[in-house]
């Protein structure tokens, strides 16, 4: 009987440690070359130099429903880069807001000496059909969708913690994608990401009026009118500069002009450090205050060549997850715009009067608030972008930190030492891994 008893025993911990281990053995087993090649939604693949970081590197192609919901409408081919670490390394998933742009370890993959996964964003670049954009199956439950099924791919060569992230506007899409599929990952960290509430959040315009201090938001309006007052000597200079570079204006080369005056306080507060002591004084020529707005505006913001990669941004932004807009008022009587200035000028040929959809946001935001755990939301504490920040709740566990002066290039390598040190400590507790290189 005793013996009877040890056999079955012994057969359990055998049958215990075949199940513990069994993930171990088949990463042992595979190679990163037979994983792309075995997996059937992948229709092509190829060896690419991504980082001297990894071990080797592969770009490939995943099909992918147009619509998840209706796969009768047919299938695209998205882009991703897959980079291999080891399997005993946790795995990062770099979710793209647009084009893929880049194949290099980030910053994360860096501190835990993970492997990573870089997926483009749907419908931009090559990731889409290739006739035409089937705009109404751009939303925020596709793209996590497609998010969810490469993840999930992967996820049984990958037994190590998994964590997403994204800047801007991937790191709203991490956001995103977490709140629909929590459980694909342990860990999300989103940087700069806005939760918006509508195409124009007014959230933004009280930023604009509360940042800073009152003398340099002053400096940036008076020199904002001074371009306004100047128009008729301005305009001319940005009508040569145009037929220079061949630059076409859907709304117009006028209204175009006016609209990139809206655009500087908000350029200025999202990608320069406070910078009001640079502003040329109001009395400078017209070349010196022409050359500063051009500097730290950028007119091709507005410029058809320059929308078209990035018309699916709007498209989003203007139906589901949100923009921001000008508040014409505060220029009365030097423009003819007025109220809200919106970014409908953007939209697709057929789609000129969209209604924004705020049931996905109100989604998200309430998911933030009471579910959103094992998130690190990390923003530019002077940044335009941080006017419309997350905004997790005391339920979740959740962890926001704001960059004290920094902008939209917030990473975590220009926290000062103190944050570095809460940031790194939050990954290791959370990642189960101990960050070697601070």
Known sequence: MLKWLIMIKTTFIILLLC???????????????EIVSNITAIDSFRVVHADDFFEESYEFWFRQPIDHAHPEKGTFSQRVIYSHKGFDRPMVVELEGYALWS????????????????????????SRP???IPWSSLTVRNAAADQHRIIQAFKKFYSEKWLTTGISKGGQTTIFHRSLYPTDVDVSVPY????????????????????????????????????LKRKEHLLPMLEKL?????????????????????????????????????????????EDIFNYWDTYTGFTFFEEGSTQPHRPFFFQGLT?????????????GLTDFTGMVGFEWTLPEGYGNVE????????????????????????????????????????TNAVRLFNPGKNHSTRIKNYPEHFKDSIYSVLENWMEVKIKEK
Not at 26 to 33: K, M, R
Not at 105 to 126: K, P, V, W
Not at 321 to 328: E, F, R, S
Not at 359 to 381: A, H, I, P, Q, S
Request: with cysteine.
């Open 103 to 126: 194949m290099s370890a980030n910053e994360i993959t860096q501190l835990l000496s993970a492997n990573q996964l870089t997926i483009e964003h749907r419908f931009f670049d090559g």
């Open 192 to 227: 700069v990401a806005p939760v918006n509430y509508s195409a124009t959040d007014e959230r933004v315009q009280l930023f604009l009026d509360t940042v800073g201090t009152e003398g340099c938001r002053s400096k940036i309006h008076d020199f904002q009118e001074e371009l």
């Open 356 to 395: 924004f959809n705020p049931g996905t946001m109100v989604y998200v935001d309430k998911w933030v608030k009471e579910r959103g755990n094992f998130m690190l939301y990390l923003y530019g504490g002077q940044d335009a972008w941080s006017a419309t920040a997350a905004a997790p709740g005391e339920e």
């Open 242 to 286: 145009a037929a220079k570079n061949e630059w076409k204006f859907k709304m117009g080369i006028d209204k175009a002009y006016d609209l990139s005056v809206f655009e500087f306080s908000f350029a200025l507060w999202q990608w320069v450090h406070a910078d009001c002591e640079t502003i040329p004084p109001l009395d400078a020529s017209d």
């Open 19 to 33: 199940f513990l281990y069994a993930p171990l053995a088949a990463q042992q087993s595979v190679t990163p070359q």
């Open 320 to 332: 589901e997850i949100g923009m921001y807009g000008y508040n014409a008022d505060e220029f009365k």
């Open 130 to 132: 290739t006739d035409s």
